[in-house]
């Protein structure tokens, strides 16, 4: 896909995020919105990862630890062909098997997450058989801000570094808000890059909605051999509506079909802008 | 590549070491085993597996969380991976990662709880693990396996090893005589093992408790003309539904006994099973009681509890109103 064209998706998938959520009266808008151009730059230019062979052997593995932000991953996955995308619409419903966390009941899903602090451990896990095995594949994981507090973050990035784990690549969707308010003020924990590098990762910092920057970065990998990758994506809330934009009300506001219509008719003319 | 191992059924070592010898054997033959430690190859009994197979041991240092959540993401890629730590950090420290990367997950780790119950003795409740059974019973798709001597830990180790599905398996450090040389009396996960039968007692017990209980029935026999079934209930769960109703149908009383609290444990499982089926005969939970122990060593705790020859024979008579 060439730079217009992952943009044009990026726009799409933005639309898709809120109709689902929309539907299912519940989701994670904010943080969908803010991860939404990494899942797309990693699913359309960076995994090799198959519908119709996902359980491949020398598959790239993605995995969210920031699981809340499902419906970002739902409206990616459907647009990959790893299920119909009218199934989205039983999302949180009963019976579903879409709920509000990535599972593995949905084809396509590495790992059941959720709760937070979870996918670096397995990521690593991932990587190291990957190594034993002389494979080739690359362990992606997406992280949020504010799941940096949880300790088990910083036993795995131990463990990463200790092992040279350079077909890792952890993303920080580092969009500074979290359900109580700013990082900043809630656990501080910031510099991260000086406190990944000193635990003996590679960092490189990228405008996390840049499809540019995020492309340029992936092709870096891994950022140094020998070492871990993280890549800190400063991203933005709610990013692409512009009424929800760095709003924490909107970590798992639903919009009114008012607001609704409003956000897609943004969207709209900021893809007529790309267009 | 290491010196072939055979592992044997010994008879009288701790269980912990013929975990790893069959380990061993296994690792020799299957590149993808896969031993994963947190600072515990020493307290596993994995030096020697470590000194043979330093490819397929994987050290994650004193961070239980991470060693669950490694291992689950190893066993995701293929890895036959035994994740072993003392029972009591593995199970309640990495609780959330038993949950939710292993069992939720469905990663077919084999989760090792080393030094278990109060294995640990006048180290404290610290290192005790009397909570295990109990929270590992309420977490869908886990096996829970508390082998009780030399040949059911190898068995059981060998039929992990091949099983695609999450299972911990509970070790304690004390030398273990064998339960039986009757070589027809094998063992598969799931399935109790009847040591011996008679119909007056059923005995159930797990782990390293098994023992006291025999040793009760044969006293029980010798000196008061007591005939006990005493069943070997490696696995707690899935609990073996079928020998429990059929021991508790051909006999006139049901003691359990475990190196475990009261709550939650063997005696609970087997409690709500039988008074579900209008079970109605008298009926004993044995184990330690709701409280932090008693300072002592493994066999003064166990012994203080009752949990002994003599506290089983004293609950037996007690149960028989003799």
């Not at chain 2, 036959?80 to 292993?102: G, H, M, W």
């Not at chain 2, 063997?266 to 939970?285: D, T, V």
Request: charged fraction near 20%.
């Amino acid at each position: 896909m060439t730079g217009r064209e992952l943009e044009l998706r990026s726009n799409l998938y933005r639309q898709k995020i809120l109709k689902y959520i929309v539907g299912a009266k519940a989701g994670h808008t904010g943080g969908s919105l803010s991860c939404i151009d990494i899942l797309n730059v990693l699913y359309n230019y960076v995994l090799n990862v198959d519908p119709k062979n996902f359980g491949a052997a020398d598959r790239d593995r993605y995995i969210q630890s920031k699981g809340h932000c499902v419906e970002a991953l739902f409206v990616v996955l459907a647009d990959k062909g790893f299920f119909p995308e009218s199934d989205l619409e039983t999302l949180c419903k009963y019976k579903s098997h879409y709920i509000g966390h990535p599972t593995r009941k949905v084809h396509g899903v590495e790992q059941n997450t959720g709760a937070l602090g979870h996918g670096l451990s397995l990521s690593v896990g991932t990587a190291l058989a990957a190594k034993l095995d002389n494979k080739p594949y690359r362990v992606y994981t997406l992280l949020g801000d504010g799941e940096l507090p949880e300790g088990s973050n910083w036993e795995a990035a131990l463990t990463a570094s200790h092992y040279n784990l350079d077909n890792l690549c952890a993303i920080i969707d580092k969009n500074s808000l979290q359900i109580t308010g700013s990082t900043a003020d809630v656990c501080n924990t910031d510099p991260i890059d000086e406190k990944f590098e000193s635990f003996g990762w590679e960092v490189e910092h990228v405008n996390g909605h840049s499809i540019s920057e995020l492309k340029q970065a992936f092709d870096s990998l891994p950022l140094k051999k020998g070492k871990p990758s993280l890549i800190i994506a400063h991203t933005v809330k709610g990013n692409g509506v512009s009424f929800m934009e760095n709003q924490v009300k909107w970590h798992h506001g639903v919009p009114d079909a008012g607001q609704y219509e409003e956000a897609i008719k943004e969207l709209e003319q900021k893809k007529a802008a790309i267009l | 590549m290491g010196t072939v191992v055979e592992s044997q059924v010994v008879n009288g070592v701790a269980n912990l070491e013929v975990f790893s010898n069959t380990l061993q054997e296994l690792a020799q033959r299957d590149r993808d085993i896969l031993a994963v430690t947190s600072d515990s190859r020493g307290s596993g009994k994995l030096v020697p597996f470590g000194q043979k197979f330093p490819d397929q041991i994987i050290e994650i240092g004193i961070a239980e969380q991470n060693l669950v959540g490694v291992a689950a993401g190893l066993a995701s890629a293929g890895k036959k991976v035994f994740a072993v730590s003392p029972a009591c950090f593995l199970t309640a420290r990495a609780l959330e990662q038993i949950k939710n990367d292993v069992a939720y997950s469905d990663n077919p780790v084999k989760l090792i709880g080393i030094s278990a119950g109060v294995s640990y003795g006048a180290l404290g409740s610290t290192h005790h693990s009397l909570h295990d059974y109990a929270v590992l019973r309420a977490i869908n798709n886990m096996i829970i396996v508390a082998p009780a001597d030399n040949f059911e830990t190898q068995q059981a180790i060998k039929q992990a090893a091949e099983l695609n599905k999450p299972i911990y398996l509970r070790f304690g450090k004390k030398p273990m005589p064998l339960l039986t040389n009757d070589e027809s009396n094998s063992f598969q996960l799931g399935k109790g093992r009847v040591i011996t039968e008679g119909e007056d007692i059923a005995i159930i017990a797990t782990g390293e408790a098994v023992l006291p209980a025999l040793q009760a029935a044969e006293k029980l026999k010798s000196s008061h003309g007591l005939n006990a079934t005493v069943v070997s209930m490696h696995t707690i769960k899935p609990l073996d539904y079928a020998l429990l109703k059929q021991v508790a149908a051909n006999t006139k009383a049901l003691l359990t006994v475990e190196e475990h609290s009261v709550y939650g444990g063997l005696g609970e499982a087997c409690a709500s099973y039988l008074l579900e089926n209008r079970y109605s005969n008298p009926f004993k939970i044995m184990g330690i009681p709701d409280e932090y122990t008693v300072t002592g060593s493994q066999a003064e705790i166990m012994n203080h509890y009752g949990i002994s020859e003599a506290g089983i024979i004293a609950a037996s008579l007690d149960l028989l109103n003799l």
